[in-house]
């Protein structure tokens, strides 16, 4: 009796570290293929089995792969459909299956290479995560066994650690391929806007010169939103961060020698997606420029307000100048018609401009449901 309550303290305390373990690799920074690895054994391990296989679904052909470890890359890892086979069952219903003799079971996927290793009994459950399945735990023993209800519950346990690790690997994995797409778009946006501002040292047309700045302004504007998606990785932008990034570098370059105009990016911090982060960006660059090149031609101080805020329904972006303010005859160049189509097809937004007793106030909307 005594070596029986030691052997199942000796057990209990294995599954616990087990499950420690596995539980520890669900915030850690593990690829995969490395943690499906670890997985493997740790199950083995704990559940006193001969080996242990993870299926992962593939949600594009509705297929379960194996994995097939990083020593075994280069074997084949064919495709299962779900809703077949032992592990397609199990990972279309999300229960466990038990097989006493897979011998006596044709419809096991990779049948053939189970019984050519000797293994006899199989105990297949379910990788879920939050009531979804995304893949198969399959424990062979090599002699016929009969799992207890205890050794399933404490599998099943180790199965939803184990879900919650590949859902936090993919993650981890997802979020440094967007990063590096991000700041290899920013490198190359940067690239382009040095080679234009070449080209304008060399030309002696003022309006060829004026073209080129302006653009490289546009590619400056996108290449800052580009740079925080890298350097944070969130999935939203603090577009009051970038505003202020880009206001300081078209300050510097379109501010005349002797004249004292100012910027100030004021109001919330707006969190959008990249898209509609880019679009508002260039189109608060795109005022920015406008309002430093033709409201303070005869000015020798000024100032322009950028207010970020939202309604319940509604973003509210406010750029206000104190300048000379747009005549009757007031005619929309190539930079306003750009900031009125990002507006009207990026943002499904409205722009109005007004004009005040000193200078002029533009404003946009845009609706927040459409961009969280």
């Known amino acids: 009796a005594r070596a029986q309550l030691y052997d199942r303290q000796r057990r209990q305390i294995t599954e616990l570290r087990t499950l420690a373990q596995v539980s520890e690799m669900v915030t850690s920074p593990l690829y995969i293929d490395d943690m499906l690895d670890i997985v493997s054994e740790m199950a083995a391990q704990i559940m006193e089995v001969t080996t242990c296989q993870v299926y992962l679904i593939d949600d594009t052909p509705n297929t379960v792969q194996r994995h097939t470890g990083k020593r075994d ?211 608060c660059n795109e005022l920015l420029q406008n309002a430093l090149e033709h409201a303070f031609t005869h000015q020798a101080a000024g100032q322009v307000d950028i207010s970020l805020g939202h309604s319940p329904d509604e973003y509210i972006v406010l750029v206000r100048d104190n300048g000379r303010g747009f005549d009757d005859e007031f005619e929309r160049g190539l930079g306003l018609e750009i900031a009125e189509t990002l507006v009207r097809e990026d943002l499904d937004g409205r722009i109005k401009y007004n004009r005040l007793p000193q200078g002029t106030e533009i404003s946009i909307r845009f609706p927040r449901e459409l961009h969280t």
């Open 73 to 283: 890359q280069e074997a084949a890892t064919p495709h299962f459909p779900v809703g077949q086979g032992i592990v397609g069952r199990v990972a279309e219903s999300g229960e466990a299956i038990y097989v006493p003799d897979i011998s006596a079971e044709p419809e096991l996927e990779d049948r053939e290479l189970a019984l050519e290793a000797g293994l006899v009994s199989l105990l297949s459950v379910p990788l879920s995560v939050r009531d979804r399945v995304i893949g198969v735990l399959n424990c062979f023993s090599s002699s016929r066994r009969q799992f207890t209800e205890e050794e399933r519950t404490v599998l099943l346990t180790l199965a939803n650690q184990t879900a919650l690790a590949i859902e936090n690997a993919q993650l981890i994995t997802n979020t440094a391929v967007v990063r590096e797409m991000h700041h290899r778009i920013k490198n190359n946006l940067q690239t382009v806007a040095m080679l234009m501002q070449m080209q304008v040292y060399e030309t002696d047309s003022p309006d060829t010169r004026h073209a080129l700045e302006t653009n490289i302004h546009r590619m400056q504007s996108i290449a800052a939103v580009h740079e925080v998606l890298s350097e944070r990785g969130f999935r939203l932008v603090n577009v009051k961060v970038v505003l202020e990034q880009i206001s300081g570098m078209t300050s510097s370059s379109m501010i005349k020698p002797g004249q004292d105009v100012r910027i100030n990016v004021q109001g919330q911090a707006l969190q959008l997606p990249s898209r509609a982060a880019t679009a508002l960006v260039l189109v």
